[in-house]
């Protein structure tokens, strides 16, 4: 059974700091990773998708790798600001197609 | 941008009443996901639906959860007798293919609150 796990759980660092997100899954077996970004009470909004023949995969500031052998991603956040304050989300797509979550990780940038 | 549409966004019942969300999801992704979020936690499947079908709904409660998706666009999950535990924000997703390949995209969620 596929897992998924978030490291930290929670994070806090000044503004403009750069910093990393870890997500690691038990499977290697699988056909995407997708993070996503969650604001307290809302629902989840897309960041970045890997395929699984992908090493990463960049937009704006956020830059995500995928090591499929290892069962490993990163997400990596460049000057970070008070408003990337959110929880963010790992999730890898497995070979039924539905998306096996990890449990975040809870941001706070501190200005 | 196209959305997946949801309502209501909040919903307060009392336990052992009935309750049922609503999902639109983007004109064309056959592929349509409920999930259900704990506070703290990620979201966890409830039920996939390829077209009209449901393709997987072995983590459903299916003696007081039901979820259907009559023609093929919009869906329904209903919840009867709504429980104490069953307080978690719904969310719905779409994707265009099947597998995945082009991402998902969920909607703003339904946040239940079982009293």
């Known amino acids: 059974k596929q897992e998924v796990t978030q490291i930290p759980a929670a994070l806090s660092v000044p503004e403009g700091e750069n910093l990393v997100l870890n997500c690691s899954f038990t499977?290697?077996?699988?056909?995407?990773l997708q993070w996503f970004r969650q604001d307290p009470g809302k629902g989840l909004t897309s960041l970045l998708l890997i395929q699984s023949s992908q090493r990463e995969q960049t937009s704006g500031r956020l830059n995500a790798s995928l090591d499929k052998s290892s069962g490993r991603s990163t997400l990596y956040i460049a000057a970070s600001q008070p408003g990337d304050s959110a929880t963010y989300l790992c999730?890898?797509?497995?070979?039924?197609?539905?998306?096996?979550f990890g449990s975040g990780t809870r941001l706070l940038v501190r200005p | 941008e196209a959305e997946v549409a949801q309502s209501p966004r909040y919903k307060i019942t009392e336990k052992s009443q009935a309750v049922a969300f609503w999902c639109d999801p983007i004109?064309?992704?056959?592929?349509l996901y409920w999930y259900r979020q704990i506070l703290g936690q990620g979201p966890e499947l409830l039920v996939q639906?390829?077209?009209?079908?449901?393709?997987?709904d072995s983590q459903l409660p299916k003696d007081r959860f039901s979820a259907e998706r009559l023609k093929g666009v919009d869906s329904t999950l209903k919840i009867q007798p709504a429980e104490l535990g069953d307080s978690a924000m719904y969310l719905c997703?779409?994707?265009?293919?099947?597998?995945?390949?082009?991402?998902?995209?969920f909607g703003s969620g339904t946040r239940l609150t079982v009293v």
């Open positions: 999730a890898v797509s497995d070979s039924s197609y539905k998306l096996i």
């Open positions: 499977d290697s077996a699988i056909y995407n």
């Open positions: 639906f390829q077209d009209e079908s449901v393709v997987d």
């Open positions: 997703a779409s994707s265009l293919g099947s597998q995945g390949n082009y991402g998902y995209t």
């Open positions: 004109s064309g992704h056959a592929t």
